[in-house]
């Protein structure tokens, strides 16, 4: 994973706070160390671990490039944290990705010296040990000898620009008039230019103030420039303290988004999703939205086959021409999907993205795709996504036998209980309940049919944010296993539909009978609940609103456990390793 940016103008030098706070912007890449280095007459570098606390750091410069981290080779320390220095001190270099055969680079490199113990540091070096004068040329020759996945930048001592080089792992450039900027993601400079060129893999080259040259396999080549749509101030915290809540807060707003699209582009989909075989691949909580949608799509007749994308390769020889794969993601960069789907390149199957981020690598290699348009996401946590895919499923799926315009309807008819279940007095009333679950270590939660997922994204959300061991099951697998669990005083969340819910019911009271204290979720309080949360609105749409109480109970869980909810312990969002 990890964020790199590299800035450079020919005009303005941009003071280190300022870049600072674009490092900053995509540390939901990672946070475990960071890393600026800039140029004068020698490459000044600053390197810190943990998450960066203060932005304020004092100078400026006109060449900078910075790297926010999550660990793969080697622990946490400072010496493994970016910018990496060559032994030459003429390279800096950042790196995101990681170099499979680094060990074999590393012992042709005699004689050099390594403080730690990353692939990226070796790559620094090797580069070292081949660049010529001609800087370029010779990083081109590199390149190949590299195994892996990659998205490089560097600067060179004496030498105006930033180098770049991506393969299988994200990279931007934005382009201002008088500076050009090198990222993992576009949030780190939408408030300077909302100018945009995504890069290719196999595209390498350089950045100066005022060009931007891009080569791939060996020839110059020009890229589309795409325009940045995103409010600045989906990116803002604003009032909110963290942007977990505030983007929790944002799903009133999620079903009028989700319903800007091409109703061409829709009934297309529609079309082919009623002919052909339908693969659903997804990972973490896009997979569980993935779960939640696969049950309508059963009601209206159809059996989708759900996978986990890091799983997927084990089916791809039954993915065909006759096949639609309907590939989940916030990000579009997570690489267990990107992998699932090069493995079917020449299946002839067509690839449907349901995505965030316009112009990530899964919305480019996707035959049609449907934009969740929620604005950036930044808590790791997917709050807003999840309910912006399940949405957008269930709309294509209630369009298998309804009209674009009813199923449109249809889910319009919960933005009020959305506004209901987001509002400061249902937030009051789930904080007192994360004060009795404070201390709890083990937690599970339960539902049948379409609260199943419900459930399991529900004990995602709260193990990820608020580190309590918390399991999701369908109601009748309890017997099966997990029963065993249940001590006195055990929580246990028990999603109950509003029709037909006899069963789940007696899974509670089976529950309960062994000590647990039963937390209900439902239109209705029953008395087998010790707790109850009321929600109210069709079964159909409980995996979005069953779980919206979850995902606040989550966040008031890691505030009081005074955690960062917005940057949980070894995670990131967005997955670029495997
Ligand atoms: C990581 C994140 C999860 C996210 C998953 C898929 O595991 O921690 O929160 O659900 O990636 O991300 P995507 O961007 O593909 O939806």
Redesign the pocket.
């Known amino acids: 994973m990890c964020g790199i940016v590299g800035y450079i103008s020919n005009k303005e030098k941009l003071k280190l706070a300022k870049f600072m706070t674009m490092i900053k912007s995509l540390d939901y890449r990672g946070y475990d160390s960071w890393g600026v280095s800039h140029l004068s007459d020698k490459i000044n570098l600053i390197k810190e671990i943990g998450k960066i606390e203060n932005t304020d750091l004092p100078g400026e410069s006109n060449l900078i490039l910075g790297h926010t981290r999550w660990a793969t080779h080697g622990g946490v320390t400072k010496e493994n944290a970016h910018p990496h220095l060559s032994n030459d001190k003429n390279i800096s270099l950042v790196h995101n990705g990681i170099i499979e055969n680094y060990q074999e680079l590393k012992s042709k490199l005699d004689g050099f010296n390594f403080s730690g113990q990353t692939d990226s540091e070796v790559l620094t070096n090797y580069i070292q040990s081949k660049l010529t004068e001609d800087t370029l040329s010779s990083f081109a020759q590199i390149l190949p000898d590299l195994k892996g996945t990659y998205a490089i930048g560097f600067l060179k001592r004496g030498e105006n620009k930033i180098y770049f080089a991506r393969k299988d792992s994200p990279l931007v450039l934005g382009i201002g008039k008088d500076e050009k900027i090198l990222s993992s993601d576009v949030t780190s400079f939408f408030d300077r230019t909302k100018t945009v060129i995504y890069l290719e893999d196999g595209d390498y080259g350089y950045i100066e103030g005022n060009s931007v040259k891009i080569f791939n396999s060996g020839e110059e080549v020009e890229r589309k420039k795409s325009t940045i749509t995103w409010d600045i101030d989906k990116a803002r915290k604003g009032e909110f303290e963290h942007f977990m809540l505030k983007e929790i807060s944002e799903q009133v707003d999620v079903i009028n988004q989700v319903l800007i699209q091409d109703s061409k582009n829709i009934s297309s989909i529609v079309n082919d999703l009623k002919t052909k075989n339908i693969f659903m691949v ?5 997979y569980n939205a993935a779960l939640a949608a696969e049950y309508e799509f059963l009601k209206q007749g159809i059996m989708p086959k759900v996978i986990r994308a890091h799983e997927f390769r084990s089916y791809s020889k039954f993915v065909d021409k006759n096949s639609i794969v309907l590939a ?7 690489i267990d ?1 990107i992998d699932a789907l090069k493995s079917i390149k020449n299946s002839g199957a067509e690839i449907v993205s349901i995505v965030n981020v316009q112009g990530s690598t899964l919305d480019r290699m996707s035959d049609k795709r449907i934009y969740m348009n929620v604005g950036p996401e930044i808590c ?3 709050t807003k ?1 999840y309910t912006a895919s399940v949405s957008i499923l269930m709309l294509l799926a209630g369009c298998i036998t309804d009209t674009y315009e009813t199923s449109k309807a249809n889910l319009t008819e919960i933005i009020r209980q959305i506004y209901y279940l987001t509002s400061e007095n249902s937030r009051k009333y789930t904080k007192e309940l994360s004060q009795l679950l404070r201390y709890t270590k083990h937690l599970f939660t339960i539902g049948r049919k379409r609260d199943y997922p419900t459930a399991m994204e529900a004990a995602l959300k709260i193990k ?1 944010v608020s580190y309590i061991h918390a399991e999701g099951f369908a109601g009748g697998q309890i017997k099966h296993g997990p029963i065993a669990m249940i001590e006195n005083g055990t929580p246990c969340i028990v999603f109950v539909s509003n029709k037909n819910n006899s069963e789940i019911l007696s899974n509670a009271q089976e529950l309960k009978s062994r000590g647990a204290f039963i937390i209900g979720v439902s239109d209705k309080n029953h008395d087998v609940f010790d707790f109850w949360i009321k929600v109210i609105g069709p079964d159909k749409y409980s995996p979005i609103l069953r779980t919206i109480p979850i995902q606040i109970l989550a966040y008031y869980l890691a505030v009081l456990k005074g955690l960062d909810p917005d940057k949980p312990r070894n ?5 670029t390793v495997k």
């Open positions: 997804a990972c973490g909580t896009s989940i993601s916030q990000s579009g960069e997570t999907l790791v946590l997917s996504s990820e995670l990131a969002k967005s997955v």
